[in-house]
């Protein structure tokens, strides 16, 4: 099946750099963790080139089910395994099974690094409003889980 010959290679390359991103995450993560922001550059841009990469890895991949024919949805795919239950085929559903993994598992870590940069943008507002001499403001949360400020005016009299 030409698909295989075409999709094989390139889902291999493709889990190979989501495993690269994934280390790549967890490294942001130490650094973040240890404060040691002398290095978040170096790793910022190495995330920054492997995801451009995983972009054109993901639009070739597009490119090569549209050509078979195949909807590039997840259920397409587990159709397109379903149907073509050979040797060649199982392996690429491991394959892609592994990719699956591996995306979620990058966003969960990409997420919890998210987490961690806010924090220490709060941090860093507060320690700016007290070196300012601000009113420091309530953080409150909308439905959505963004954050919002109100102020909090200290009065003498409350009425």
């Known amino acids: 099946m030409l698909i295989l010959n075409k999709l094989s290679p390139l889902l291999e390359e493709i889990?190979?750099?989501?495993?690269?991103?994934?280390?790549?995450?967890h490294s942001e993560y130490q650094i973040l963790s240890s404060n040691n922001l002398d290095l978040i550059n170096?790793?910022?841009?190495?995330?920054?080139?492997?995801?451009?990469?995983?972009?054109?890895?993901?639009?070739e991949r597009l490119?090569?089910?549209?050509?078979?024919?195949?909807?590039?949805?997840?259920?397409?795919?587990e159709s397109f395994?379903?149907?073509?239950?050979?040797?060649?085929?199982?392996?690429?559903?491991?394959?892609?099974?592994?990719?699956?993994?591996?995306?979620?598992?990058?966003?969960k870590q990409n997420n919890l690094n998210g987490m961690i940069i806010e924090s220490n943008k709060r941090h860093t507002e507060?320690?700016?409003?007290?070196?300012?001499?601000?009113?420091?403001?309530?953080?409150?949360?909308?439905?959505?889980?963004?954050t919002i400020k109100s102020q909090n005016k200290q009065t003498l009299v409350r009425a």
């Open 15 to 25: 889990t190979s750099y989501l495993n690269q991103l994934l280390e790549a995450l």
């Open 81 to 107: 395994f379903d149907n073509h239950p050979d040797q060649q085929v199982v392996l690429l559903k491991k394959t892609w099974d592994q990719i699956s993994k591996l995306t979620t598992d990058c966003e």
């Open 42 to 59: 170096e790793v910022s841009q190495n995330k920054i080139l492997l995801m451009e990469h995983l972009e054109d890895l993901n639009k």
């Open 126 to 146: 507060n320690a700016l409003s007290v070196l300012q001499g601000k009113q420091q403001g309530t953080e409150l949360y909308t439905k959505k889980g963004s």
């Open 63 to 77: 490119s090569v089910l549209k050509t078979a024919g195949i909807e590039s949805d997840s259920r397409s795919m």
